[in-house]
C-alpha cells in the first residue's frame, strides 16, 4: 500500500523539506558566513574546513540547506536526511541560484535525501 503524499498537509506552503519523513535537521557552518543563500540550496562540504558551500553537478552533496542564510552568521539549518520537495531545489553554484537539474537531484538519494515530486498542497514558493 503506497502513500498519498497529497493528503499530508504542508504548514508552510514555501518549505522545502517534506513532511512525509522524518528528517533530521540540525545547525552546520557555511564556509562563507556573508553569502545570502535561499532555502532549498543544495550544499557540499569544504574538505578543508569541514564547511559547508553551495554544490555544482560535479560534486557531492551533504545537505540541503532549508531556511534562507542572513549574510551575516555562518550558522544555518539543514537537512541532513529525510524527504524534500524537488520542485523546491536550488543549485547555488553560479552566479545566480538556478534550479536544480534532475542529474543533480538524484545525488541526493545517496546521501539519504529523497526528493519527492511537486505537488498541489506544496506549489512552488
Same mark, same amino acid.
Given at each position: *500500500? ?26 552546520? $557552518? %557555511? ?8 532555502? +532549498?540550496?543544495? %550544499?557540499? *562540504? ?5 564547511? !559547508?558551500?553551495?554544490?555544482? %553537478?560535479?560534486?557531492?552533496? =551533504?545537505?540541503? %540547506? ?12 539543514? $537537512?541532513?536526511?529525510? *524527504?524534500?520537495?524537488?520542485? &523546491? $531545489?536550488?543549485?547555488? /553554484? ?6 536544480? /537539474?534532475?542529474? *543533480?537531484?538524484?545525488? !541526493? &538519494?545517496? =546521501? +539519504?535525501?529523497?526528493?519527492?515530486? $511537486?505537488?498541489? /498542497?506544496?506549489?512552488?514558493?
Amino acid at each position: *500500500m503506497g502513500v498519498n503524499y497529497e493528503s499530508i498537509p504542508v504548514k508552510n506552503q514555501s518549505e522545502v523539506v517534506h513532511p512525509g519523513h522524518p528528517g533530521i535537521v540540525d545547525t552546520a $557552518l %557555511l564556509k562563507n558566513e556573508t553569502v545570502k543563500l535561499k532555502a +532549498g540550496t543544495i %550544499l557540499k *562540504m569544504d574538505a578543508a574546513s569541514g564547511k !559547508l558551500e553551495p554544490a555544482a %553537478l560535479a560534486d557531492t552533496p =551533504i545537505a540541503v %540547506l532549508t531556511a534562507d542564510s542572513d549574510g551575516k552568521n555562518a550558522e544555518v539549518l539543514v $537537512l541532513w536526511h529525510g *524527504m524534500v520537495v524537488a520542485g &523546491r $531545489l536550488l543549485d547555488s /553554484s553560479g552566479a545566480q541560484p538556478a534550479a536544480a /537539474s534532475p542529474a *543533480m537531484v538524484a545525488k !541526493l &538519494r545517496g =546521501i +539519504g535525501i529523497h526528493p519527492t515530486q $511537486l505537488f498541489s /498542497s506544496a506549489k512552488k514558493g
